[in-house]
């Protein structure tokens, strides 16, 4: 893959990841098996209060096409198919739910040294049509998030951001909910040999005046295990422990507990998934 500025997604990631990835107050469980042609099956179950909710997923690769296929509970087929790079630094993403006659969409990625493209157009009538793109390197980077609504005539989102990197920080600022919201976040590495990170991530809404900060940090206990936490504004803190027992085979636990409300109950999270 092209060394470039990435794709407007990637714009924030680092922090996004750091303060809310594998954070979860359900229970989750997830297997993956290989058949002997190499075809992975992956079956997940999900455990929110009294609601279970699964799904059974096939992936396929064959050369350069992946096709993905998922059943949930709800009996929805989903089929997403990806050609990576018919072309130097292009994606082509198809993707369809079975029943929703009205879900097929149309994706193109394309990255380059010095901008990434990203652009998908519904397979309906009336289509909304979906652009990103960010110019720049892998220093600084400039770019937008637009949705455009084919049958209002109006744009659905509006955004656009701004990213600095350097080897051990990246900084983030982005514009989102057309004008309204605010979000600036950090993320620095203090040491690479233990993966010990701080981040941060402050959030303003102009049509409410209000602030949410959340800051958070991870580390390496050995190897196989790390942990985290982070806390916001609002007195909600979290931390975690994840603990790789086999290659690609994860174990986590997770807790949330309100500062303010020291006397309710703690939120606890638990995701296994093993793969051979």
């Known amino acids: 893959m092209v060394k470039g500025p990435g794709l407007y997604s990637d714009i924030g990631k680092k922090a996004r990841d750091l303060l809310y990835k594998d954070y979860q107050s359900d229970h989750k469980f997830t297997v993956t098996t290989y058949t002997s042609t190499g075809v992975a099956i992956t079956s997940t179950g999900i455990k929110k209060g009294e609601l279970f909710l699964a799904d059974v997923s096939t992936q396929l690769k064959n050369k350069n096409i992946t096709t993905d296929i998922k059943v949930d509970t709800n009996s929805n087929l989903l089929t997403t198919v990806t050609i990576d790079e018919p072309a130097p630094g292009l994606k082509t993403i198809f993707s369809f ?3 929703d006659q ?4 149309v994706e193109l990625q394309y990255q380059h040294e ?5 652009t998908g157009i519904g397979l309906t009538a009336n289509p ?4 990103s793109g960010v110019i720049g ?3 600084v980077s400039l770019g937008t998030d637009l949705a455009f609504d084919t049958a209002s005539g109006n744009f659905n989102k509006l955004n656009a951001g701004l990213s600095y990197t350097q080897s051990d920080l990246i ?5 989102n909910d057309k004008g309204d919201t605010l979000n600036a976040s950090y993320y620095h ?8 990170a701080v981040g941060a991530e402050l959030s303003h809404s102009f049509s409410t005046n209000e602030n949410t900060l959340t800051i958070g940090t991870q580390h390496a206990l050995d190897p196989l295990t790390s942990v985290k936490a982070r806390v916001n504004n609002y007195g909600r803190a ?3 422990i994840q603990h790789e027992w086999r290659p690609k085979s994860l174990f986590t636990i997770s807790g949330e507990v309100d500062t303010r409300a020291i006397e309710k109950s703690a939120k606890i999270g638990l995701a296994l998934a093993l793969k051979p």
């Open 97 to 99: 739910i079975v029943p």
């Open 102 to 105: 009205r879900s097929g969409k």
């Open 114 to 118: 010095y901008a990434g493209i990203s």
């Open 128 to 131: 909304i049509v979906n652009f």
């Open 137 to 139: 390197n892998n220093v």
């Open 171 to 175: 900084a983030s600022l982005t514009v």
């Open 189 to 196: 590495i203090v040491s690479p040999l233990t993966s010990t």
């Open 238 to 240: 979290s931390a975690l």
